[in-house]
Every structure is written in structure tokens, then in C-alpha cells.
């Protein structure tokens, strides 16, 4: 109990304090936090499709199609789950739990602020990628563990597109984290955490350090991250009008929901290592061009503002819904969400939750932001043919990774630095 | 902080990298034996982390478990399994094969039995923040020719790879 509570006013990590209790309790919010997000990200993305391609989209389930998410998961746990006859049974039961645990795993070390991740590892950057990479192994498996044409295809569109998307994304990295020695003392580091202090100390987001090699490089990276989680228009492992649904054509129910689940949680991961290493990870807009108490209690009122946005969005829907009797019960769960939305945004208010809520609001910001862009890329560009992709991968991202790891490592030593 | 390199945690990890090792070669599906391989790679990454050597445990996961064993999956999968599964196991070689492990392991008995004074007689504790800075210090510092000569090796085999790949370059 006693280093329970003396934790509060520690500045390190719980992993790092050695501090099982709070570390425990970091691990079960960032899960807990991942799944709503994923569940959250189910239900934009299919609104937000359906009104680029001027769809309703989901309206039945709720206000909205608010409820289509928890339908729809109530939908997949009962659904019955399918075994094929002639499939490798552990194999086949081993895959999608590799997937998850992968995808899940990495959030270890995702810096929500100085103090808010379980753990900061000296090796943080290698960790996540490594883990990430693990997650390949999962879909060849169950590719494979299928005996069947469809999956077995998209199995093998899968591994080689993210073996060849690993090195892109790889190289891209490493010139970020070449960017972490340009401090005084000239030492560099993998630590996530360290990472963005780097940024802090230099100034500047790594997007803008000496540009345009540090905007080339989180160009490869945020290319390479989605082919690397197998999304639109890089998503041919499960391409619909060729493979069915590819790797996963023959999973059903509960198991095919944990291969749905660790894409998304794998899309909120590479995101977060994206932001982290070039948009200033935690921090906020500005931290020293805006700086002073004036900006700080500014900036600080962002989180309440946020929900009290989509607490005033949703009060509108309440009150824009037809008067008609049928639509009672969706008036009050509309209304009782707004007011939940509303009192969010006050206990955001209060000074002790703002000041600790603040890093997490601008990292989960700026994660979203790529979220959505996921959503556009989906929406908006056709899917590559796979050899352009490899094409695409091999003869320019890679080239060009080398290209700027050079420039990265060379003009430093050289004094010429931007 | 409370170091996690328990002895439990040595003999957890060794055990199933042992165990899974011994899977490897005694499946007769090579996947599961590719499976089981990535067990042990990613138990010895385990036993890394718990000399204070992050950095070669994170490299272990990146290269062995997650770039070398995929590609193996990806080559097992377009073998035709059915023929491999007959075939025999254990072939000619058997008996060479039983002779150097036994040779093996009677040097390995002897080096224990007769060698203590070589081993520390307790690990030295580091702090994990310099293995990153020690391996780049080696790597490019010390040992610089040797590390570049490797690099021109692996680049000659990516080079011959190619080269038998590929019919028309």
C-alpha cells in the first residue's frame, strides 16, 4: 500500500520503479483501452466510408448505428466456429493467438507520456518492431494451417510483402533514430521515452529536422505501416475479389474476430511508433514557441473541450430526433450519452486529472489522426496489382530509405546539420 | 530495482528452449518443426536478456525469430508436405551423427568438470542502458575491419543469391 501510493508522485515508469502493483494496473487500462478504441475504430470506419462513397452507412442499431460494434460482437461470439476437416489443428489454433498477443504486446513500451507506459526498455524502438515483426509469423501459420488454396495464397502475398516492407520501414527508423544524437552531447538512444525527449530538447518535431530527409523518412514509414498491417491499398493478403478474404478466409466466430482485433490493435501500434519518432510524440502543439503559463493553461483545457464537442454533437442528435414514439428509447440512450460525454469533459476539469490527463490527450491525438488517414487511404486509393507493390517496395522505398539513412548519418559528421 | 534474473527464470527458459529444441528435430511436420523453432530462438532471446544483453536479445527476435524462421515457413510451405512426412526420418547418417554428438558431449562433460576456474563464479551485473553503446562501440570501433569484411561476405551472398535466382538478369 505504502509504495502504492508513493508511486504517485514517482517521475519513472512503473516498469522501471520495479512498482508490480501500478504496472499491473497500467496494463489492464491500456487494454482495456485498446479494445474500446478498436471497437470505436469498427464503427468510424464504416461511417466514415460509407460518407465518402455518399452512404448512411450503419444507421440501424442505436442512434446512428452506434450499437453496431457490441451487435456485431455479440454477433461473432455466438457465432459457431468452424474447424476444417483437413486443418492442422494446433497450427490452426496457434495462429490467431500469436497474432493477438503480438499486436498487443508491443504497447508495452508505447510512451503515453514521460511517466505514462509500463515500461521504458534502453532497447524500445527494436522491441516494438521486433515483436511487430513476429506478428507475420501468426498469419503464415494460419494461412498454411487452413489446407486450403485462398489462405495458403494469402499467406504467401503476406510474409513476402512484409518481409520487403520491414526493410523500408527499418532503414526509416534507423534515420530517425540517427536524428536522436544531433543534442549537445551527441548520444543517441532506442528508448521511446528518450526519443521524444530528444525531440523536446532539439526543439523541434523529427518530421521537420533537416528537412525535407526527416519528412522523407517518416514518408517511407507511414507507406511502409500500412503495407506492413496489410491495409488498403496495400491489402492484398486479403483481397476480396481474388483471395475471399485471404488468410483468413476460413477462420469463423470468435477466431476470426481475434485476427480483427489484432489488425486494428497492430494499426494503433505502428501509428503510435510513427508518432513517437516524428511528431513529437506526448507533447503538446508548440511546447516552445508557445511556451509560458498563459499557453500551458490553454492547451490544458483541450481534453474537456474534445468531449464536451462530441457531448454538444450528440445533445443535437438527441434533439434533431423525430418526434415519434418508436424512437423513445434511442432519444434517451442518445441523451444519456451525451450527458456520460459531458461529465467526462468535467472530470477532465478537475486540476489534478488535467494536469495528468494532458500527454496522454496529445499522443492519443495525434495516433488518431493516422487512424483516419488509414480510413481515407481505404476510401480513396484503388488497390496495387502485387508486383507494383513489390515493384513500389523494392526499386523506390528502399532506394530511397538508403538514400536518406546516408544523408542522415554522413551530413552530422561533417558539422553540416539543420 | 529487484533484478528479474532469478534462477527460476534460467531454468524456465533453458527448459523450454531445450524442450522445443528436441521438437525441432523430432516432428515429422515441418512446420510444427519450424514452430517449434521459433520457441526456442525466442526462449534463447529470454536467456539474453537476462545476461543485461537487450540489445542482441532484440536482435535475436527481429532476425532470427521474425525474419530467418519466416522465410523457412515460407520455403516449407511450397514443399509438398504429403511426400515429406513419408519419408524416413532418421536416414544413413545416423550413426556419424550419434558418434560427434557423443564427442560433443564428452568435451562439453570434460570442460565442466575439469574447467571451473574459466567461468566467473558469479555473473557480473551491468547496467542494461550500456549494452546498446558497448555492442556499437565493439562493432565499429575496435573491431571495424573485421565487421566491414562480414558486411562484404553477406553482400557477395546476397550478390550470388541473385545471381542463381534470377535466369535473366
Not at chain 1, 508505447?110 to 521504458?120: E, N, Q, R
Not at chain 1, 485476427?259 to 510513427?274: D, G, P, Q, R
Not at chain 2, 542502458?129 to 562493432?139: I, P
Amino acid at each position: 500500500m505504502q509504495s502504492f501510493l508513493s508511486y504517485l508522485n514517482s517521475k519513472l515508469t512503473p516498469g522501471e520503479a520495479g512498482n508490480f502493483a501500478w504496472a499491473t494496473i497500467y496494463i489492464l487500462l491500456i487494454f482495456t483501452g485498446i479494445s474500446v478504441a478498436v471497437i470505436a475504430m469498427n464503427w468510424l470506419e464504416r461511417k466514415i466510408l460509407a460518407h465518402m462513397q455518399v452512404r448512411l452507412g450503419p444507421m440501424r442499431v442505436g442512434p446512428h448505428g452506434l450499437l453496431q460494434p457490441i451487435a456485431d460482437a455479440l454477433k461473432l461470439l455466438i457465432k459457431e466456429d468452424i474447424m476444417p476437416a483437413e486443418a492442422d489443428r494446433v497450427v490452426f489454433w496457434l495462429a490467431p493467438v500469436i497474432v493477438v498477443i503480438t499486436a498487443f504486446t508491443v504497447f508495452i513500451v508505447v510512451p503515453f507520456g514521460p511517466t505514462h507506459a509500463v515500461t521504458d526498455m534502453n532497447i524500445g524502438v527494436l522491441f516494438m518492431l521486433g515483436v511487430s515483426s513476429l506478428g507475420v509469423l501468426g498469419i503464415i501459420m494460419a494461412g498454411w494451417a487452413s489446407n486450403s488454396h485462398y489462405p495458403l495464397m494469402g499467406a504467401l502475398r503476406s510474409s513476402s510483402q512484409m518481409v520487403s516492407y520491414e526493410i523500408a520501414m527499418g532503414l526509416a527508423v534507423v534515420s530517425a533514430i540517427l536524428m536522436t544524437t544531433l543534442t549537445p552531447d551527441g548520444v543517441g538512444t532506442l528508448s521511446m521515452i528518450k526519443i521524444v525527449q530528444a525531440q523536446d530538447q532539439q526543439q523541434t518535431w523529427f518530421l521537420f529536422r533537416m528537412f525535407p530527409f526527416g519528412f522523407l523518412a517518416f514518408f517511407i514509414f507511414a507507406v511502409a505501416m500500412v503495407a506492413e498491417t496489410n491495409r488498403a491499398p496495400f491489402d492484398l493478403p486479403e483481397a476480396e475479389s481474388e483471395l475471399v478474404a485471404g488468410f483468413h478466409t476460413e477462420y469463423s466466430g470468435f477466431r476470426w474476430s481475434l485476427f480483427f482485433l489484432a489488425e486494428y490493435a497492430a494499426m494503433l501500434a505502428v501509428s503510435a511508433i510513427a508518432v513517437t519518432l516524428w511528431l513529437g510524440g506526448w507533447m503538446r502543439p508548440f511546447p516552445h514557441w508557445l511556451a509560458g503559463d498563459g499557453w500551458d493553461a490553454f492547451f490544458s483545457f483541450f481534453p474537456a473541450a474534445t468531449f464536451f464537442l462530441l457531448a454538444l454533437i450528440a445533445f443535437f442528435g438527441t434533439v434533431r430526433m423525430p418526434k415519434h414514439p418508436a424512437f423513445r428509447i434511442q432519444k434517451a440512450g442518445l441523451g444519456a450519452f451525451a450527458l456520460v460525454l459531458g461529465g467526462i469533459g468535467i472530470v477532465l476539469l478537475i486540476p489534478a486529472v488535467k494536469d495528468r490527463i494532458q500527454d496522454i490527450y496529445w499522443f492519443v491525438a495525434k495516433v488518431s489522426v493516422f487512424q483516419y488517414a488509414y480510413i481515407w487511404y481505404r476510401g480513396t486509393f484503388p488497390r496495387y496489382r502485387f508486383d507494383q507493390l513489390m515493384k513500389l517496395g523494392w526499386k523506390v522505398m528502399i532506394p530511397m530509405g538508403v538514400a536518406v539513412l546516408i544523408v542522415m548519418a554522413a551530413a552530422p559528421a561533417f558539422n553540416f546539420v539543420w | 530495482m529487484t533484478p528479474v534474473a532469478t534462477p527460476f527464470f534460467f531454468y524456465f527458459l533453458a527448459a523450454i528452449a531445450l524442450l522445443s529444441g528436441l521438437a525441432v528435430i523430432t516432428r515429422r511436420n515441418p512446420v510444427h518443426s519450424a514452430v517449434a523453432l521459433i520457441m526456442t530462438l525466442l526462449s534463447v532471446a529470454g536467456l539474453y536478456l537476462m545476461l543485461y544483453a537487450p540489445f542482441v536479445a532484440g536482435v535475436q527476435i527481429i532476425l532470427y525469430a521474425g525474419g530467418i524462421v519466416v522465410l523457412f515457413l515460407f520455403v516449407i510451405m511450397l514443399v509438398s508436405l504429403e511426400k515429406a512426412v513419408r519419408e524416413y526420418q532418421f536416414n544413413h547418417q545416423w550413426h556419424v551423427a550419434a558418434a560427434a554428438t557423443a564427442v560433443l558431449g564428452g568435451l562439453l562433460v570434460y570442460v565442466y568438470v575439469k574447467g571451473r576456474g574459466i567461468f566467473p563464479a558469479r555473473a557480473a551485473v551491468m547496467p542494461e542502458t550500456l549494452n546498446t553503446q558497448q555492442v556499437s562501440l565493439s562493432l565499429f570501433q575496435d573491431y571495424l575491419l573485421p565487421f566491414e569484411i562480414a558486411s562484404l561476405l553477406l553482400l557477395v551472398a546476397i550478390i550470388g543469391a541473385v545471381v542463381m535466382a534470377k535466369k535473366r538478369i
